[in-house]
């Protein structure tokens, strides 16, 4: 059974738009949210987190916004560049957890 | 700085055999974590290496082993391939034990045939 759910596999944005990308949780103990960005024969990359305590955490272009009653994460990217065309992966962890718990990803593809 | 590297890149091998992945953590780190990728999902956790000692384990049989060296290095062996082992193999490296932070390296592919 699937703890972390990503439902868009795919996403397509022009250039200097909003890019929003969503994900759902079930597991009420996760302790804080991750984003990983994917290029292809690359590792993924850590983008943002946000603690459990927060609803919103903002770095640069990259925005994550929490709603803990929904168990609903999203990542907003504004202004969309081609260069941001890549799979994200939604995570979550326990404070006390090892393990990432990883969404199955959706491609974004940003167009000029 | 170097960050996390694998070895090797790809890999080919037939149902049965055994087969050996190696990591080398980003400099500084001192806990290892393997994750496999199958196509098209993302990336589950098999287990966690700390102070040369598996720390966690994931859904994943006994087939699959690790070990971790006195230079927190590490290795991932899987016995008795299946096809459905086929996946990209990712190493990710922290430090001090659990982590919030992990950095991941490019993975290993792994096909079996």
């Known amino acids: 059974d699937q703890q972390v759910k990503q439902n868009s596999p795919s996403l397509s944005v022009q250039e200097g738009r909003i890019s929003i990308l969503n994900c759902d949780y079930t597991?009420?103990?996760?302790?804080?949210f991750l984003w990983y960005k994917k290029y292809p024969a690359e590792g993924p990359t850590f983008l943002i987190s946000?603690?459990?305590?927060?609803d919103k955490n903002e770095d640069g272009r990259f925005t994550v916004f929490l709603n803990k009653s929904a168990k609903h994460l999203s990542l907003h990217i504004v202004p969309s560049q081609p260069g941001d065309s890549a799979v994200y992966f939604c995570a979550a962890i326990t404070q006390a957890g090892t393990a990432l718990i990883f969404g199955k990803g959706t491609t974004l593809s940003v167009s000029s | 700085d170097a960050g996390v590297t694998q070895s090797p890149t790809h890999l080919i091998k037939t149902r049965g055999q055994q087969v050996t992945l190696r990591c080398s953590p980003k400099?500084?780190?001192?806990?290892v974590s393997w994750y496999q990728q199958a196509l098209g999902q993302g990336p589950q956790f098999i287990f966690q290496?700390?102070?040369?000692?598996?720390?966690q384990r994931g859904n994943f049989p006994d087939r699959f082993s690790g070990h971790q060296f006195p230079n927190y290095s590490s290795e991932l062996n899987v016995n008795a391939l299946l096809l459905g082992d086929s996946a990209l193999y990712l190493c990710?490296?922290?430090?001090?034990?659990?982590?919030?932070?992990?950095?991941f390296g490019p993975g290993t592919r792994l096909t079996v045939l």
């Open positions: 946000i603690s459990s305590i927060k």
């Open positions: 597991n009420s103990m996760f302790d804080y």
């Open positions: 400099s500084g780190h001192d806990t």
């Open positions: 290496y700390y102070e040369e000692e598996e720390r």
């Open positions: 990710a490296s922290s430090f001090g034990g659990p982590a919030l932070e992990q950095f």
